[in-house]
């Protein structure tokens, strides 16, 4: 397919978002960026979404949509059709429930214009809700030029920076690369792979992306066994990260370890058989680890605790007790 140049193809995967897609689409619509082509993919969504997706398309030129019916694919399926049917020199990613700063790809464009030689910038985002009344300010920062080992190390820092939003890519360096069907946290798994295509990354640290917390999305819904694919992706992370950037090891080993401290909190609560073999395999992975762990600086007090609960055996019993307390938000 022949590009346009400078167009920016923006993907935006819709489904059970007819309470925010018109928020997100407007925020698109008002980009001060004009050259750009929205496309809505809508994965055969239960509510008034696909009457949505049709009114924009008829209403814009510049709003495609594709209908996909019983795909089942989800979000990941969704992003690749999106992908098969861009027309722009660059691509983005947003999700339906989110929405963006008005300026966002005149700022993520920009970085291209002055840097010839970068093939992905990045932007901060905000957490906001129903309630957010006051958005953090966007004043001109000075750009942090990256490469891939870097991108991995700031993604290990902030795991919500491994999310494909609030990201501008060449369209090129997705020849070869689609996201992987069937997984939760599909970013993760894709996001070093792009890293390491891009090479030439430039980031800027003003909240441009709105990432918004109050709906139940997938990756915000509750806890379910899919979850568990966000341990696989760190696992995917430190066999990558071994073989190409050695000095970030013990980084990502430690960011392992306390997901695995977040997640067993859930399988604590679990009584079928995978749920029970699961908090099992982690409890004895941690407990052979556990000095390792105790001498990690990059692991909280508060997941150390953990660590000791967990060697004492006390773990489950603990998050049981707090379970049937209501008591929810324990970090």
Request: charged letters at 20%.
């Given at each position: 397919?022949?590009?346009?140049?400078?167009?920016?193809?923006?993907i935006?995967?819709?489904?059970?978002a007819?309470?925010?897609?018109?928020?997100?689409?407007?925020?698109?619509?008002?980009?001060?960026?004009?050259?750009i082509?929205?496309?809505?993919?809508?994965?055969?969504?239960?509510?008034n979404?696909?009457?949505?997706?049709?009114?924009?398309?008829?209403?814009y030129?510049?709003?495609?949509?594709?209908?996909?019916?019983?795909?089942?694919?989800?979000?990941?399926?969704?992003?690749?059709?999106?992908?098969?049917?861009?027309?722009?020199?660059?691509v983005?990613?947003?999700?339906?429930?989110?929405?963006?700063?008005?300026?966002?790809?005149?700022?993520?464009k920009?970085?291209f214009?002055?840097?010839?030689?970068?093939?992905?910038?990045?932007?901060?985002?905000?957490?906001?809700?129903?309630?957010?009344?006051?958005?953090?300010?966007?004043?001109?920062?000075?750009?942090?030029?990256?490469?891939?080992?870097?991108?991995?190390?700031?993604?290990?820092?902030?795991?919500?920076?491994?999310?494909?939003?609030?990201?501008?890519?060449?369209?090129?360096?997705?020849?070869?690369?689609?996201?992987?069907?069937?997984?939760?946290?599909?970013?993760?798994?894709?996001?070093?792979?792009?890293?390491?295509?891009?090479?030439?990354?430039?980031?800027?640290?003003?909240?441009?992306?709105?990432?918004?917390?109050?709906?139940?999305?997938?990756?915000?819904?509750?806890?379910?066994?899919?979850?568990?694919?966000?341990?696989?992706?760190?696992?995917?992370?430190?066999?990558?990260?071994?073989?190409?950037?050695?000095?970030?090891?013990?980084?990502?080993?430690?960011?392992?370890?306390?997901?695995?401290?977040?997640?067993?909190?859930?399988?604590?609560?679990?009584?079928?058989?995978?749920?029970?073999d699961?908090?099992?395999?982690?409890?004895?992975?941690?407990?052979?680890?556990?000095?390792?762990i105790?001498?990690?600086?990059?692991?909280?007090?508060?997941?150390?605790?953990?660590?000791?609960?967990?060697?004492?055996?006390?773990?489950?019993?603990?998050?049981?007790?707090?379970?049937?307390?209501?008591?929810?938000?324990?970090?």
């Amino acid at each position: 397919m022949n590009h346009k140049k400078g167009l920016i193809s923006i993907i935006v995967p819709v489904y059970k978002a007819e309470k925010y897609l018109s928020r997100c689409v407007e925020s698109l619509l008002l980009q001060t960026y004009k050259n750009i082509e929205i496309i809505l993919i809508d994965d055969d969504s239960p509510d008034n979404c696909p009457q949505l997706c049709d009114n924009y398309a008829r209403q814009y030129k510049n709003i495609n949509v594709i209908h996909l019916k019983n795909s089942g694919i989800g979000v990941s399926g969704a992003r690749n059709a999106g992908l098969d049917n861009t027309s722009g020199e660059y691509v983005a990613f947003v999700d339906s429930d989110d929405f963006v700063h008005s300026d966002l790809f005149s700022i993520l464009k920009n970085v291209f214009e002055k840097n010839s030689t970068a093939n992905m910038s990045i932007c901060s985002y905000q957490k906001v809700s129903e309630s957010t009344k006051q958005f953090d300010p966007i004043n001109s920062k000075d750009e942090i030029i990256l490469d891939d080992m870097g991108a991995m190390n700031m993604i290990i820092d902030d795991q919500n920076m491994s999310a494909v939003w609030s990201k501008l890519y060449r369209k090129s360096i997705f020849e070869d690369l689609r996201f992987p069907v069937g997984k939760h946290n599909e970013d993760m798994f894709l996001m070093p792979l792009i890293f390491q295509k891009a090479k030439n990354i430039v980031y800027t640290p003003q909240p441009l992306y709105y990432y918004f917390q109050d709906n139940e999305s997938l990756c915000r819904a509750a806890f379910n066994y899919n979850m568990l694919d966000m341990i696989y992706a760190i696992e995917v992370w430190e066999k990558q990260i071994k073989m190409q950037y050695p000095s970030l090891v013990y980084k990502v080993m430690s960011h392992y370890y306390t997901s695995v401290f977040n997640i067993s909190q859930y399988l604590a609560n679990k009584n079928d058989a995978y749920g029970k073999d699961k908090f099992s395999y982690f409890q004895q992975k941690i407990n052979a680890n556990f000095f390792y762990i105790l001498g990690s600086k990059y692991i909280s007090l508060n997941n150390k605790f953990k660590l000791f609960l967990f060697k004492t055996k006390l773990f489950r019993p603990f998050f049981r007790l707090l379970h049937a307390l209501n008591i929810k938000n324990y970090q």
